[in-house]
């Protein structure tokens, strides 16, 4: 089974510290992909990449930052965190026919 | 611009009754339609697919969904539901097989009473 796996379940940070999210998969997946999801919105996508070095915004990404140095590693970079920032942030990744894996999640709060 | 809506904030059914989740897509070209099912504190689960051919799909868990095309529907249903079926369900549209960016509805929270 493909896993994508997220560094933490739970984080609380300061506001205007800056916060790095991990997510690491193991299968080869060219495509990963940062939404965030809160209560009434649904998931909305933040960045993704289509491969080492590629980043795309997606449709929120003000506030955020991405990084892919390597194929299996993607991380979500909030520069200076604030509070309207606090959500569930998933990450997942794609490979062609197989569609999405998503990882289970990181629930930051900003306090 | 694509887009996805389920009216369907909250949904309450009671143990063995069947279920019917809607979702309408807005989309400009062939969709790659998905229906997704998160329990409380994981993350997404894929439940079933549409690219092409036939209308009405099987997914996991006993559950199907049928494409509409005249009502850009995308119709979730199971004909009786287990109290592990509660969860929130998404429904989302995409292109070239669900490898790009997805756009999801905002959930329907699906309570099941004994």
């Known amino acids: 089974d493909v896993k994508v796996t997220q560094s933490s379940r739970y984080l609380v940070k300061r506001t205007g510290e800056k916060v790095f999210l991990e997510c690491v998969q193991d299968?080869?997946?060219?495509?990963m992909f940062w939404y965030r999801q809160d209560p009434g919105l649904g998931l909305r996508l933040i960045y993704f990449?289509?491969?080492?070095?590629?980043?795309e915004k997606g449709d929120i990404p003000e506030g955020y930052s991405v990084s892919r140095e390597k194929k299996e590693r993607f991380s979500l970079i909030l520069e200076s965190a604030s509070t309207n920032q606090t959500s569930m942030y998933l990450c997942?990744?794609?490979?062609?026919?197989?569609?999405?894996?998503f990882g289970s999640g990181t629930r930051l709060t900003v306090v | 611009a694509q887009s996805v809506t389920q009216p369907d904030i909250h949904i309450t059914v009671s143990e063995g009754a069947s279920l019917e989740l809607r979702c309408n897509y807005s989309?400009?070209?062939?969709?790659?339609l998905f229906w997704y099912v998160q329990s409380p504190g994981q993350g997404l689960q894929l439940l079933l697919k549409?690219?092409?051919?036939?209308?009405l799909v099987q997914g996991i868990k006993g559950f199907e969904a049928e494409f509409k095309r005249s009502q850009s529907s995308f119709n979730l249903r199971k004909p009786s539901v287990h109290w592990s079926d509660a969860a929130e369900y998404f429904c989302?549209?995409?292109?070239?097989?669900?490898?790009?960016?997805?756009?999801f509805g905002t959930g329907t929270r699906l309570t099941i009473i004994p």
């Open positions: 990449s289509y491969d080492v070095k590629m980043k």
């Open positions: 997942a990744s794609t490979h062609r026919h197989y569609g999405y894996t």
């Open positions: 989302a549209v995409g292109s070239n097989f669900g490898n790009e960016k997805l756009t």
């Open positions: 299968m080869d997946h060219e495509n």
């Open positions: 549409y690219f092409s051919g036939d209308t």
């Open positions: 989309y400009g070209a062939t969709p790659y």
